[in-house]
C-alpha cells in the first residue's frame, strides 16, 4: 500500500536500510520518574503529570532511533513488502488511501500530553524504542500497583527480586543463549525442586522480564528480572535454594555468586532498594538501561547501540559491527515477550480481590481522547514532514513557542514548500501552483469540507513536483 510513498524511500538517509542477510554472524536506560513508594498508606502515591512529561531532547533521541531501526529488514515480510512496520509507525496516517484529512495536532484529554493524532504505530518493543517508552511506562504503572496491593494485603506478603543468568562467551550467538535461557527456565518452574520451593515457601507467583546486553569481550548476555511474590518464613534459605538450582543445571552452568536475590519488600515498608521506582526501571526500562562503558566493558543494550547509530559517528567498520549487533536482536527477539505475568499471580490477586486488569500493548498505543486540537498539517505537507524525520522538533517547536514558532521553522526548513497557516482552519499547507493558491484565498472563510477538497486537489499535483531539501537541524 505505502510502498511507494516518500515516507518508505527513506533515501534522506544513506545509512539505511540495512540488509542484514548480507551481513555475515560474527558471533560477538533512561529510567523513568524517581517517586518513593509508600505502601503503609491506602492511597499509592503515582506520577504526577509532570513527571509524565518528556524532555525535548529525549523525544527528538527516540524518534531518530526509530528512523534508523525501521531500516532494518529482518522477517520475510519485510523483505516481500519493501518495507518494516517500523518505519511506519508514527509516519504513516492509518487512513492513507486517498483520503485528505489533515494530521491534528492534539493535546490528550488525560495526560495533557501533544502528539499526531490517527497515524500508525508498530507496537514493537524490542525494534520501536517510541512504542517501547509508551508501552513500558504503562507496566511500571501496573506493577507498580500489583506489588504495592499485594503488600498491604497482608503482613505476611514478601517480594524477593531475583536475577538469573547463564555462562556465556563471546563465541556464542544470540539465538542459541537467548533459547537456551528461556527454555531452560520453563524446564525449572517444572522440576520438582522448585514445585517444592512453592509448597515451602508459598510462591504466589512471578513477574518476569527479559534484558539483554552484548560486550565485545563477553558477547551477549540475556538475563531475566523476576519479582517473585511469596510467603516465605525463611527468605534466605529461598534466596540460596533458588541460586543453587538454577547454577547448577546443566545447561546454565553458572556462578551463583552472579545470581542475585534480594528481599524488596518486608512487613516494615519498603527497603532502601524499592524507596524509588527502582523495581519498575529494572523490570521495564532495561532497554534504556545507561551503558557501563567502562574498562571491563561489562555491556549496553541494543537500545544503546541504536542511539551510537543515530550519531552518525562511527567508522564504516563501527558501524557494520553495530548494525551486526541490532540484526541479530531484532530478528531473535521477534515473537519474545519483554514482560510476563504468570497466570499462577493473576489467579491468586484476583481471588485477594487485587483488580489485575492488565492492558493490552495494541491498548496502550491507542490514542488517547483528544481534549482539543492545536493545528493541523494538511497531507502533502506531512508527507515532506516524515519523509525528512522532522516530526519530533514540530512537536518540540509547539511546546516552546507555539504555532507561530512552528510555522517559521518549517518554512526555514522547507523553503520550496512555501507554507502558509490558515488561522481559521488551525492548517498549514503548501499551495504549490497560483492557481491552487488563489483558489484557497477565495474560501478561506468559507465551509471547511471545500477547502479540504481544495487541498486534496493540490496533494494529486503535487507528488509530481520533484525537489531535493537539505534539512537544517
Known amino acids: 500500500m505505502y510502498k511507494n510513498s516518500y515516507i518508505h524511500q527513506d533515501n534522506f538517509n544513506k545509512n539505511i536500510p540495512f540488509d542484514y542477510r548480507k551481513y555475515e554472524d560474527k558471533t560477538v536506560k533512561k529510567s523513568g520518574a524517581k517517586i518513593p513508594l509508600d505502601t503503609n498508606k491506602k492511597s499509592v502515591r503515582t506520577p504526577s503529570q509532570k513527571d509524565t512529561k518528556i524532555t525535548h531532547a529525549f523525544r527528538s533521541q527516540l524518534y531518530e532511533m526509530r528512523r534508523v531501526s525501521g531500516g532494518f529488514k529482518i522477517t520475510d515480510k519485510d523483505y516481500e513488502r519493501g518495507y518494516t512496520s517500523v518505519s511506519c509507525c508514527g509516519r504513516v496516517p492509518v487512513n492513507d488511501n486517498g483520503d485528505t484529512t489533515p494530521i491534528n495536532v492534539v493535546t490528550g484529554k488525560e495526560t495533557?500530553?501533544?502528539?499526531?493524532?490517527?497515524?500508525?504505530?508498530?507496537?514493537?518493543?524490542?525494534?520501536?524504542?517510541?512504542?517501547?517508552?509508551?508501552?513500558?511506562?504503562?507496566?511500571?504503572?501496573?506493577?507498580?500497583?500489583?506489588?504495592?496491593?499485594?503488600?498491604?494485603?497482608?503482613?505476611?506478603?514478601?517480594?524477593?527480586?531475583?536475577?538469573?543468568?547463564?555462562?556465556?562467551?563471546?563465541?556464542?550467538?544470540?539465538?542459541?543463549?537467548?533459547?537456551?535461557?528461556?527454555?531452560?527456565?520453563?524446564?525449572?518452574?517444572?522440576?520438582?525442586?522448585?514445585?517444592?520451593?512453592?509448597?515451602?515457601?508459598?510462591?504466589?507467583?512471578?513477574?518476569?522480564?527479559?534484558?539483554?546486553?552484548?560486550?565485545?569481550?563477553?558477547?551477549?548476555?540475556?538475563?531475566?528480572?523476576?519479582?517473585?511474590?511469596?510467603?516465605?518464613?525463611?527468605?534466605?534459605?529461598?534466596?540460596r535454594e533458588i541460586k543453587q538450582k538454577w547454577a547448577k543445571r546443566k545447561k546454565i552452568n553458572a556462578l551463583q555468586k552472579n545470581q542475585i536475590c534480594k528481599e524488596v519488600y518486608n512487613k516494615a515498608g519498603v527497603t532502601d532498594y524499592v524507596t524509588k521506582w527502582t523495581i519498575s526501571d529494572e523490570l521495564t526500562k532495561g532497554s534504556f538501561k545507561l551503558p557501563k562503558l567502562n574498562k571491563n566493558e561489562k555491556g549496553i543494550t541494543p537500545f544503546q547501540i541504536l542511539s551510537q547509530l543515530t550519531l552518525g559517528k562511527n567508522s564504516i567498520k563501527e558501524e557494520t559491527e553495530l548494525k551486526g549487533y541490532l540484526g541479530q536482536y531484532f530478528q531473535y527477539t521477534h515473537g519474545k515477550h519483554l514482560i510476563h505475568i504468570s497466570k499462577k499471580l493473576l489467579k491468586d490477586l484476583k481471588n485477594s480481590?487485587?483488580?489485575?486488569?492488565?492492558?493490552?500493548?495494541?491498548?496502550?498505543?491507542?490514542?488517547?481522547?483528544?481534549?482539543?486540537?492545536?493545528?493541523?498539517?494538511?497531507?502533502?505537507?506531512?508527507?515532506?514532514?516524515?519523509?525528512?524525520?522532522?516530526?519530533?522538533?514540530?512537536?518540540?517547536?509547539?511546546?516552546?513557542?507555539?504555532?507561530?514558532?512552528?510555522?517559521?521553522?518549517?518554512?526555514?526548513?522547507?523553503?520550496?514548500?512555501?507554507?502558509?497557516?490558515?488561522?481559521?482552519?488551525?492548517?498549514?499547507?503548501?499551495?504549490?501552483?497560483?492557481?491552487?493558491?488563489?483558489?484557497?484565498?477565495?474560501?478561506?472563510?468559507?465551509?471547511?469540507?471545500?477547502?479540504?477538497?481544495?487541498?486534496?486537489?493540490?496533494?494529486?499535483?503535487?507528488?509530481?513536483?520533484?525537489?531535493?531539501?537539505?534539512?537544517?537541524?
Not at 125 to 144: D, F, H, L, M
Request: hydrophobic content about 30%; proline content about 3%.
Open 112 to 239: 495533557g500530553n501533544i502528539y499526531y493524532n490517527g497515524l500508525m504505530k508498530c507496537g514493537s518493543v524490542w525494534r520501536c524504542p517510541v512504542c517501547n517508552y509508551k508501552i513500558t511506562q504503562q507496566r511500571k504503572k501496573e506493577i507498580y500497583y500489583l506489588t504495592s496491593e499485594f503488600m498491604r494485603k497482608s503482613e505476611f506478603n514478601r517480594i524477593s527480586f531475583i536475577t538469573l543468568t547463564m555462562r556465556h562467551k563471546s563465541t556464542y550467538p544470540l539465538k542459541y543463549t537467548l533459547d537456551t535461557l528461556l527454555e531452560e527456565f520453563r524446564k525449572f518452574q517444572r522440576t520438582s525442586v522448585y514445585k517444592r520451593l512453592e509448597r515451602e515457601h508459598n510462591i504466589k507467583g512471578f513477574i518476569k522480564s527479559l534484558e539483554i546486553t552484548v560486550s565485545k569481550r563477553n558477547g551477549w548476555h540475556p538475563h531475566l528480572h523476576l519479582l517473585v511474590f511469596h510467603q516465605s518464613d525463611n527468605i534466605e534459605l529461598l534466596h
Open 353 to 473: 480481590n487485587i483488580d489485575t486488569t492488565i492492558k493490552s500493548d495494541k491498548e496502550i498505543l491507542e490514542d488517547e481522547t483528544p481534549e482539543k486540537i492545536l493545528f493541523k498539517i494538511d497531507k502533502p505537507v506531512w508527507y515532506e514532514v516524515a519523509k525528512y524525520n522532522y516530526m519530533a522538533q514540530i512537536l518540540n517547536n509547539y511546546e516552546s513557542k507555539g504555532v507561530d514558532f512552528v510555522l517559521d521553522k518549517l518554512k526555514s526548513n522547507f523553503p520550496t514548500l512555501e507554507l502558509k497557516y490558515n488561522k481559521q482552519l488551525k492548517l498549514i499547507y503548501s499551495p504549490i501552483k497560483n492557481k491552487e493558491n488563489e483558489k484557497i484565498r477565495k474560501l478561506e472563510n468559507r465551509n471547511k469540507d471545500i477547502i479540504n477538497a481544495i487541498i486534496h486537489d493540490i496533494g494529486n499535483s503535487y507528488y509530481d513536483i520533484t525537489r531535493t531539501l537539505e534539512i537544517r537541524q
